[in-house]
């Protein structure tokens, strides 16, 4: 038997498997491990808890204001760019229409399912 490593986010050793993902009992944190490199990378989850990758298409959930005005709720983002291990929150790239590339935060946006 394998032993799975501790949870990168609270160090637990109670880590156990779930299909393709790793998931810690004490913090609830899930992330899945790329065999290929032996390194853990966390998944990022929308508002909704819907797990996002590359390209998904996205909608803003609140008003988000920043330097130059408002990103309105309901805006519509196409082709998202997850950053993962983002020191400032913002873990997720995008181009938004009318007001240009942009960082945004995972918790404030929903993926649109096609």
Known sequence: ????????KCASIYTYEDGALLICPECAHEWSESAATGEATTLIRDANG????????????????????????GTKVKSIRLIHGASDGHDIDCKIPGI??????????KKIIE
Do not use: H
């Open 50 to 73: 819907t797990a996002l990758k590359d390209g998904d298409s996205v909608t803003v959930i609140k008003d988000l204001k920043y330097r130059g005005g408002v990103v309105k709720v």
């Open 1 to 8: 038997m394998t032993q799975l490593p501790p949870c990168p």
């Open 100 to 109: 240009g590339q942009m960082g945004l935060k995972s918790e404030f946006i």
